[in-house]
């Protein structure tokens, strides 16, 4: 058992990295994802990199985590299971009706996201709950009893119950959860007050029915997918991220699986934070670029920034996250020309398959095309060879876009690189500057197999000034498989003020949210010292309908700190994020939140010692590169990134070379190797 392995699974490819521990060293594999049986790509790619380190048996891994996005990808096709829903008598149409603000304000024509769930698979019961948890109409288990059977009928796949303040008292959800067993047992069923016991009826509702419609499709690949790899003789208990960036075993996954929406990119966030902290960088953007698509989040004092939901094509999803945003540009993503005769860029992709122009299967131009065009890519294979690509078809790809703008072919090719350059730099803005933090205090962590690429074009548009380029950064989100802790999120909605007549009631609520962790901490057999609890409030001023989340310090206790430390926080937070305080208002918490997390074994961050010598001896050729059109081609240093050694420097415009990606360097950049053999960049100003 001296084998980890972290699988990372994206639109374009599929991402492995293995730990071995006896050598200490990091392995790294890409094969091409089969979107159609996501299972079989990663099953060729263990096979694969158990070969590349030497014969290795599959046996061998005493730790296996893998990141999805079959349950996202179910969303968004809408290729979920036939769900049916039972609600509250007389909120049935709630699904639909949902908030009051339009989908698009400029546009009358926008239409909001169909239902997960038809009208007629939709069923009210009698029953009613108040708003203080006491029954009002008790449960009518006859009702119950015919909804179920009317939707046995209809064929559904998965139920889901929702009724109004189940979270305040989850008795007749859990009742109807028993009467589903006894009338169709073996259905998927989400209960609400198990999924999200928070308030806001149509979010709550909304997350239960997200859970149970990915429901049967997350729980049937995670089972097929265990069964191979133990046929294959994988022993350990296979891991799965969740949104927050903490991993659970594939069986406690299959109830929750609405919280696997950001299973992918999380963990690139959670790796590339401690790899920064570990070098000196506590504060971060995170840019990971893949082919389809670029994942940005913030990390502020070495901790990832977290929030309680997210809307995910038109349906608020409420799940405790990190704060990844995410925008349609990657390097698959296909230029073209909109009816102004502008050129665009994305969200369309090109994927895996037919892929950029370049791969030779007829797609049409994409980024990578024009990369490949500049030469910033290598014009004949990627992959350090594995993969022959056609620059000839990336010519003739971007030149049909040039004769339509009547422009140059690199023209054209710089320009596709500006408009998706355009658009992640707006992605950037929403998790920084709309949070009231400002990028240019920030480092740029930029990974996937295309950050690095466009990473210091990224940098100038913000103002940034300094990048940080991991040393594995096209396999970043696998390698943070193997950096994660087991994690989970406990939480309970009950509206209280925050001040010194209180502070009994508020350490009450955590006192029993601690003792559920510590109840999970048990069933998962985390030892004590392994043992960590976070808790956050989320708060607002009396009378606002909008909160802010604020992390407590570990030592306080209401008791004996008093609410005024608490409070203050939460002013500081609303003046930097709205840029005004209201001390004369009540404040009053609104959900209470543990997140419990227990150490895994870790892939440790490797320091080497700084050494004097020559980066020429990296040099692996020189290739004509265009920067400026107008100035032509230039030769420029290509490097190999594995021939660096920790203390080199290197001055711009340079490209560097390894398997998984290429960093550019553009004219005036400088770039260093730290001790951790990261790539520390100081952006350059000429443009």
């Not at 239409?111 to 009613?128: I, S, T």
């Not at 349609?328 to 073209?336: C, D, E, K, V």
Request: with cysteine; hydrophobic share 40%.
């Amino acid at each position: 058992m001296t084998l980890r392995i972290g699988v990372d699974t994206g639109g374009t490819f599929t991402d492995i990295c293995a730990f071995d521990e006896e050598t200490a060293r990091v392995h790294v594999r890409k094969v091409s994802s089969t979107p159609d049986d996501p299972g079989r790509a990663i099953v060729q790619g263990v096979e694969e990199i158990l070969d590349q380190i030497g014969g290795r048996e599959i046996s061998e891994v005493g730790y296996f985590a893998h990141g999805t996005t079959v349950g996202t990808n179910a969303l968004l096709t809408g290729r979920g299971a036939v769900t049916g829903l039972i609600t509250t008598r007389g909120f049935r149409d709630l699904l639909e009706l949902g908030r009051g603000r339009r989908p698009s304000m400029y546009d009358p024509q926008a239409d909001k996201p169909a239902p997960q769930v038809p009208r007629h698979l939709r069923k009210e019961v009698a029953e009613r709950v108040r708003h203080t948890g006491a029954v009002e109409t008790p449960l009518d288990e006859d009702d119950v009893r015919r909804a179920v059977r009317e939707l046995r009928a209809e064929g559904v796949q998965s139920i889901a119950v929702c009724l109004l303040y189940s979270y305040l008292n989850p008795d007749h959800e859990r009742r109807i959860g028993e009467i589903i067993a006894e009338e169709m047992p073996g259905v998927y069923v989400s209960l609400s007050s198990d999924v999200l016991p928070e308030f806001r009826e149509f979010e709550r509702l909304s997350t239960v029915v997200t859970n149970s419609y990915v429901g049967p499709v997350v729980a049937n690949y995670l089972a097929r997918l265990r069964a191979v790899l133990a046929d294959r003789g994988l022993t350990a208990v296979p891991h799965v991220t969740q949104s927050n960036g903490g991993v659970i075993p594939f069986s406690t996954a299959e109830s929750l699986p609405v919280r696997l929406v950001l299973s992918g990119p999380s963990t690139g966030v959670v790796g590339a934070a401690q790899i920064c902290s570990a070098a000196g960088f506590d504060d971060i953007i995170t840019f990971d670029m893949g082919g389809t698509s670029s994942d940005i989040s913030l990390v502020q004092d070495g901790r990832p920034k977290v929030t309680a939901g997210m809307e995910l094509d038109g349906r608020p999803v409420r799940s405790p996250m990190l704060d990844i945003h995410t925008v349609g540009a990657g390097g698959g993503s296909l230029a073209w020309i909109d009816s102004g005769g502008h050129l665009r860029v994305g969200p369309q992709s090109a994927g895996s398959f037919p892929g950029p122009a370049c791969y030779g299967n007829g797609g049409g131009a994409a980024v990578t095309d024009a990369n490949v065009v500049l030469r910033m890519l290598n014009p004949e294979y990627l992959l350090n060879g594995q993969m022959k690509i056609d620059r000839e078809a990336s010519l003739a790809a971007v030149r049909l876009h040039a004769e339509q703008l009547g422009l140059g072919v690199e023209e054209t090719a710089l320009g596709i690189l500006r408009v998706v350059t355009a658009n992640m730099a707006r992605a950037i803005r929403v998790v920084s500057v709309q949070r009231g933090y400002d990028p240019r205090d920030y480092a740029l962590v930029p990974f996937g197999g295309a950050g690095p690429l466009h990473a210091s074009r990224l940098a100038r548009e913000l103002g940034m000034r300094r990048m940080v380029v991991p040393e594995i950064p096209g396999a970043q989100s696998a390698l943070g498989l193997l950096m994660t802790d087991v994690k989970t999120d406990f939480m309970r909605t009950q509206i209280t003020l925050v001040d010194e007549s209180t502070v009994a009631q508020l350490d009450d609520v955590f006192a029993e949210l601690s003792d559920r962790a510590a109840d999970w901490f048990a069933e998962e057999d985390i030892d004590t010292a392994s043992r960590e609890l976070l808790r956050r409030m989320d708060l607002r001023y009396r009378g606002q309908n909008f909160e802010l989340a604020i992390d407590l310090p570990e030592e306080h206790r209401f008791a004996q700190a008093g609410a005024a430390p608490i409070v203050e926080l939460f002013h500081e937070a609303h003046e930097r994020v709205y840029g005004y305080r209201s001390e004369d208002v009540a404040v009053e918490v609104v959900t209470f939140r543990v997140e419990a997390a227990g150490a895994a074994a870790h892939v440790e961050v490797r320091r080497d010692e700084l050494t004097a010598s020559d980066p020429l001896a990296a040099v692996i050729g020189v290739r004509k590169a265009c920067f400026v059109p107008a100035e032509g081609y230039v030769e420029t240093h290509v490097y190999d990134r594995a021939r660096l050694t920790p203390g080199d420097v290197i001055a711009g415009p340079a490209i560097i070379e390894q398997m998984d990606t290429t960093t550019v360097l553009l004219p005036g950049d400088s770039c260093r190797v730290d001790a951790y053999r990261n790539l520390i960049i100081e952006i350059g100003d000429e443009e």
